[in-house]
């Protein structure tokens, strides 16, 4: 007598057959769903500690190639990166770019079922350095172009009584101040407390200030000495009111309110208040944001950005 196998139980068995006829191609699933997913994150944790790292290389050309692949090192370190899955470049003769590469090897967890076990990740992340042509935030007060040195001290605005009105041979003729986005004193120290917040750019003229300007420059400049009283030109932090970009003037042998052309611009620290409205200076070698596709005059004052 053959006994008749209940319903119930031939679905199971059909349920058991399937399921491990089906398991092979559920692994093979699995290991492409959360492998590739894995990779996927993976290579966005590694291209943005490529990015970072060439950011702040960049930073540090062209003055020092040395200090810029320190740097770039560092930062890949900081992303979890082992030092020798990091590769730093400069390609280009001039070191205004820095190029970082990553090498990984992703070790697989489902993948090995089918006998894959790691794949390589790289990635690549290139950025520049370049001359800014072009700024935003600038204090209203121009210098005149010169072969500036790191470190050393300079006067940038010229103090009450320091010139002759009539622009007399041998003699200065204008202060130094600036009319950017308008006239008078008031506009003056308002920029000179917060910067200008319009765009100027190299080969724009614009508008000198009359007179010396003895009040609004005592309280704009002290504002931002005094927001930083004890830093030093060695240690600048970040986002400090004693650090100051400036426009730098072909010639400012003008008298009085007089159209001047700007050449570039330069960063400087603020050092010094002296005699109410003459205002000193330590040059300085930077890096910000700012527009490079502009031709303009090399000051030091450098821009950096991805390029790749």
Known sequence: MVKKIPHSQAQTGNVALIF???LPLIMVIMAFVVDYGRGVVKRAHLQ???????LAGARELPFDEYSAQTVALDYATR???A???????FPGDDYSRISVTIRENLQYLFAPII??????VTVDAEAASGVVGALTGVIPIGVE???FVYGDVYVLKLGAGACDKTGSPGVCSNYGPLALGGTGASNYESNLMNGYQGRLEAGMWVLTETGDMVGPTKSGISFRIDAN????????ATGSKRLVFLPVIESLDVGGRADVKVVGFAAFFLDSLVKSSEVKGRFLK???SGEIHIPAVDFGLRSVGLSK
Do not use: L, M
Request: proline share 8%.
């Open 229 to 236: 009283p004890n830093e030093k030109f060695d240690n600048i």
């Open 20 to 22: 491990v006829v089906a």
């Open 145 to 147: 172009q010169e072969n």
């Open 79 to 81: 992303f979890g990166v």
């Open 83 to 89: 030092p020798g899955d990091v590769s730093v470049t």
């Open 48 to 54: 943005n500690a490529a990015d970072a790292a060439a």
């Open 286 to 288: 930077y890096a910000t």
């Open 115 to 120: 006998r894959k076990y790691s794949t390589p």
